[in-house]
């Protein structure tokens, strides 16, 4: 597709279920970032995938989070057991390059309410 | 590590009055500078960013910002608002030299009236 696809777009859970984001960047797209958007907090940075290199894991909140990228493509942010305050936005986004010299392009984001 | 503050969370503007959504960052070391908007129920998209030269930069949709890198400002401005302009704005910082991550602000919700 043209533009960063995250799906599913809403997702209902129950608390202490196990969840999977997926998110499919810009072919081509060597970076791909995961954020937060909770209401009052802005975007929070979770996890920053770049190449080949080791990710950047530094935000990832608990070890109830993980995320992979397989093949340098299609990423999966995995949330375990979870909780009533991992409700939020969570938004991928892709670029070129590292951030500071290329633009993010985001995703529409996956809205994950746990009950 | 750099931080972003953006202390108002919500402005409120008539149509064709200006505008100044401001930003302050902190970074010991030099820095990359970005503005993105989120029109309702889309999703982010860059409005302008500042790498380096001209500290007055200039974006889509009439917006410009100024870095003003002794008092750590990033402040965006638009002469004259449109109804269309009612969208949160995010601001957003990186460390330069490449493969940092960008860390953003906690919003300002733009409402324009009539």
């Known amino acids: 597709g043209a533009g960063v696809s995250q799906s599913p777009s809403n997702k209902v859970t129950e608390k202490g279920k196990d969840v999977e984001l997926r998110c499919d960047p810009i072919s081509g797209h060597t970076a791909l970032y995961w954020y937060r958007q909770s209401l009052g907090q802005g975007l929070e940075f979770l996890i920053y995938f770049q190449g080949n290199s080791a990710p950047d894991k530094s935000g990832l909140p608990s070890d109830r989070f993980s995320a992979e990228r397989t093949g340098g493509s299609v990423s999966t942010l995995t949330i375990q057991r979870t909780q009533q305050e991992d409700s939020a936005v969570y938004l991928c986004?892709?670029?070129?390059?590292?951030?500071?010299?290329?633009?993010?392009?985001f995703g529409e984001g996956s809205r994950l309410t746990v009950l | 590590a750099q931080s972003v503050t953006q202390l108002d969370s919500q402005v409120p503007v008539f149509e064709e009055a200006p505008v100044e959504l401001r930003c302050n960052y902190s970074?010991?070391?030099?820095?990359?500078l970005f503005w993105y908007v989120q029109y309702p129920n889309q999703g982010l998209q860059l409005l302008l960013k500042y790498l380096s030269g001209s500290t007055l930069v200039k974006g889509i949709n009439g917006f410009e910002a100024e870095f003003n890198k002794s008092q750590t400002s990033f402040h965006l401005r638009k002469p004259s608002v449109h109804i269309s302009d009612t969208a949160e704005y995010f601001c957003a910082v990186t460390l330069t030299g490449g493969g940092n991550k960008l860390t953003f602000g906690t919003g300002t919700q733009l409402k324009v009236e009539l």
């Open positions: 986004a892709s670029s070129l390059v590292g951030s500071s010299t290329g633009e993010l392009f």
């Open positions: 970074s010991s070391v030099s820095v990359y």
